[in-house]
């Protein structure tokens, strides 16, 4: 699914940069060598870069365990 449709940003793209870039939405799109165009995206955008470094670091608990 795409996330930003001005960068062709797709979700699965979007969460394997959270996980290799600190920061919200736009320093991940740097990371990705793009900037937000009309911005519409950046919320949702936030919200799955949340939700992957949630999903990772509760994963890395669990491997700990």
Not at 38 to 55: P, S, W
């Amino acid at each position: 699914m795409y996330v930003c449709i001005c960068n062709a940003i797709r979700d699965n793209v979007l969460r394997d940069a959270a996980l290799r870039c600190e920061g919200d939405a736009e320093a991940v799109y740097r990371f990705l060598g793009k900037k937000p165009q009309c911005g519409q995206c950046l919320d949702e955008a936030d919200e799955l870069i949340a939700e992957e470094r949630a999903l990772a670091a509760m994963a890395g608990e669990l491997l700990a365990d």
